[in-house]
């Protein structure tokens, strides 16, 4: 179990090829529809003012007017999609591409496809990952492994783990499985320090789970407190190496880094890690999903719960709060 519920039963009558898909949402109203199902849920439409259940749909501005009272509501306020002025089928095929690419998609290769800016593909990227990045999480059970790795290189710090400089450092849990690797977790830390990796643990891994570590001692208390079973590996002294004894979060640091590098030409700012983590976590969490729509309807009902970032958060720049998009 992932630990995500989807606010609606997932529509399995949405096509699965590319082509249908365009023609399944090839008009504002159609991709209006299905918007107002995922933001309002079962019930529909519901009027701010008077309660009202019916509305008519404004394409031209966006807008639900009730049918009783009149009043507009903006069917994209508090999605990714507000404050832009491109149609809802361009995003919405751009949150197709988003899940189906199976190493991601770049700014660049989005602003191709779509015939955006890239200014325009690099904000909208950035609010779709910020929406995932929002999603209930439920914590890793069974056997976990944990470890960390960094982006970028390493700076010195205490023997045997980096300290963060311009570089950072990413923690990742896996559930080990008798065949294969089950679901993972990452974060960007401030540190490798037990302070860091404590958080890490409360938050990623439940009580009672057998975590699986090397001998670092920032394992030891958190793992106590935490009530985790505790089994670390002193590496050195093992025989091995580090990538068999932690087998399956090693395999998601190393497909992390060709991700990071092949995608995104290693041009991942600090700042940014964590929705990027964020990225990667929800595709290989469902690297085994069938369906490529049932992975469009869990962005979107991420997409539809919260405003997006503004522009000045994303850029840590307090000169205004202007959405991100707004010139898309």
């Known amino acids: 179990m992932s630990g995500e519920v989807l606010p609606l039963p997932r529509d399995d009558s949405l096509p699965e090829t590319l082509r249908g898909f365009m023609e399944r949402f090839s008009t504002e109203e159609a991709c209006a529809e299905f ?36 009043k507009q509501t903006s069917l994209t306020a508090g999605t990714v999609m507000e404050g832009t002025r491109k149609p809802l089928r361009d995003w919405f095929l751009a949150m197709y591409l988003f899940v189906v690419s199976k190493q991601g998609i770049s700014a660049m290769e989005l602003s191709r496809e779509l015939g955006l800016s890239y200014p325009a593909a690099w904000t909208w990227l950035h609010k779709l990952r910020a929406a995932v990045n929002t999603r209930a999480r439920s914590p890793l059970e069974g056997v976990v ?92 002294k093992s025989g091995q190496e580090a990538h068999e004894i932690l087998a399956a979060v090693h395999r998601v640091f190393s497909l992390l880094h060709r991700v990071l590098l092949a995608t995104y030409q290693g041009a991942v700012s600090q700042k940014h890690l964590p929705n990027y983590l964020a990225e990667y976590e929800f595709r290989f969490n469902r690297r085994n999903s069938g369906s490529r729509t049932l992975l469009f309807q869990r962005l979107l009902s991420a997409a539809v719960k919260g405003r997006p970032p503004y522009y000045w958060e994303i850029l840590d720049r307090p000169d205004g709060k202007t959405p991100l998009g707004v010139a898309a």
């Open 35 to 70: 918007l107002r199902l995922w933001k309002y849920g079962p019930d529909g439409f519901r009027c701010p003012r008077c309660d009202g259940r019916t509305a008519w749909f404004l394409p031209s501005r966006r807008l639900d007017e009730c049918t009783t009272c009149h």
């Open 145 to 236: 492994e944990a470890d960390e790795t960094w982006e970028g290189g390493l700076r010195k710090g205490e023997p045997g783990r980096p300290t963060v400089g311009e570089k950072a450092l990413v923690a990742g849990a896996v559930e080990r499985k008798e065949r294969g690797w089950g679901r993972a977790r990452l974060a960007s830390l401030e540190d490798g320090s037990s302070a860091s990796i404590g958080p890490f643990l409360q938050e990623n891994v439940a009580s009672g789970t057998t975590l699986r570590t090397d001998d670092w001692r920032s394992y030891r208390r958190p793992a106590r407190e935490l009530g985790l079973n505790h089994v670390p590996t002193n590496v050195s």
